[in-house]
């Protein structure tokens, strides 16, 4: 079972409104499980900024033991000596980061049932389903699918890691987990977080 999904941190600096290594350390010491380095969308760095960032955030991981993921940036992965790669359906494919990259966690997001039949499921570590809820914080999100999709996801794969994705919350972590999640992964709900500690802890 992948217990590192359990409490799975996504960030880049777009969703910050502070320092993100301030954010990230507050968030290890409050009990993460995984960071997953996902620099993307309006106001995200790029060059030789976001290297400089991913290599401060992946210092701070490595201090930590916290397993280190890039969102799609597979140019990256070597460079910032990642422990996993995570990719949409319309990233690079699954089979040939396999190839390229065996030793390392890889995650697919799935978000519906003609996406699942298309996915080469057993080459993956983990799957990211969702958006379960309404998320605002991707701009090309696609429509929530509710904790049903969990259900369906475990059912149809008993021993499936599975981690929750899209507008997950303190108030909303548990109904994710009750569907059959093996955990949640949150962007907003830390970042924007008043009290990162209570936070994570209510995930």
């Not at 400089?52 to 033991?65: H, W």
């Not at 049903?148 to 303190?170: A, S």
Request: charged content about 25%; some cysteine; glycine content about 8%.
């Amino acid at each position: 079972m992948a217990n590192y999904l359990r409490k799975y941190f996504i960030m880049g600096s777009q969703n910050c409104n502070r320092d993100p290594e301030k954010i990230l350390t507050e968030a290890i010491a409050a009990g993460i499980t995984a960071f997953q380095f996902r620099e993307k969308g309006n106001g995200s760095l790029s060059g030789e900024a976001k290297i400089t960032l991913g290599k401060k955030l992946r210092e701070i991981c490595r201090q930590y033991t916290i397993p280190f993921f890039i969102n799609d940036d597979v140019e990256l992965a070597s460079v910032l000596e990642v422990d996993g790669i995570h990719v949409g359906q319309d990233d690079t494919s699954v089979a040939r980061l396999r190839v390229k990259f065996p030793n390392l966690e890889l995650g697919l997001s799935v978000s519906n049932e003609e996406e699942f039949k298309k996915s080469p499921i057993h080459l993956v570590d983990y799957v990211g389903a969702g958006p379960i809820f309404t998320t605002s914080t991707k701009d090309d999100a696609k429509p929530a699918v509710g904790t049903e999709w969990i259900t369906f996801l475990r059912n149809k794969h008993r021993h499936l890691p599975i981690v929750g994705i899209g507008g997950i919350n303190e108030i909303n972590a548990s109904q994710v987990m009750e569907a059959g999640a093996n955990g949640v992964a949150v962007i907003s709900a830390i970042t924007k977080a008043q009290n990162i500690k209570e936070v994570v802890k209510s995930l």
